[in-house]
């Protein structure tokens, strides 16, 4: 792997313009520890969202998600919002198909609960700033629940998780 050499002569930090391509100018992250329920068509989580405003229009956003949840029954996952391209990270339209950035949390075990993550890059295109949010899907009213099991006892079998997303600006 070659090195680049940064050619900057001034004081203290390396403006982002002077970096190469492909370094990472800035990163962003939340982490949602406590539960969240939805059963509704569609939800932003709490928590599970963050801000990041790109040092230049060239800039590209890595997203990386983790979400650890289950569902009660079928037709529940999440997906991926961006302020400028909107949901983002989808399958394609397929009939009547629901949509969603990964697949399924049904869980037939009321105690078992799985982390599933994806990775993202957008191309916002601008300065303007940017949220990246994580939105629940729940079809025919079936239920989302992240960071936990089907079953909510305050028993030692039962565990709690944790999710997150992490965004990373990326010199374009």
């Given amino acids: 792997m070659a090195l680049t050499k940064i050619n900057y002569s001034g004081q203290g930090a390396i403006p982002s313009a002077n970096l190469p391509t492909g370094s990472v100018l800035q990163v962003v992250q939340a982490v949602k520890t406590d539960k969240f ?4 068509s569609t939800a932003d989580i ?4 963050v801000n990041i405003t790109p040092s230049s229009s060239n800039s590209k956003m890595y997203i990386m998600v983790n979400i650890c949840g289950m569902a009660n029954n079928t037709g529940c996952s ?9 949901d983002i990270c ?5 009939g009547s198909r629901s949509r969603a950035s990964v697949g399924d949390f049904y869980r037939a075990n009321n105690f078992q609960f799985s982390t599933q993550g994806f990775n993202f890059l957008d191309l916002p295109n601008t300065t303007n700033q940017q949220t990246y949010k994580i939105i629940a899907i729940s079809v ?7 960071n936990r099991g089907n079953v909510d006892s305050d028993n030692s079998s039962y565990l709690n998780g944790t999710s997150s997303i992490t965004v990373m600006e990326i010199a374009g």
């Fill in 46 to 49: 709490p928590g599970l969202s």
């Fill in 90 to 94: 989808l399958a394609n339209a397929d």
């Fill in 78 to 86: 999440v997906r991926l919002n961006g302020t400028t391209n909107g």
């Fill in 37 to 40: 329920t939805n059963s509704s």
């Fill in 140 to 146: 025919s009213g079936n239920t989302l629940k992240v």
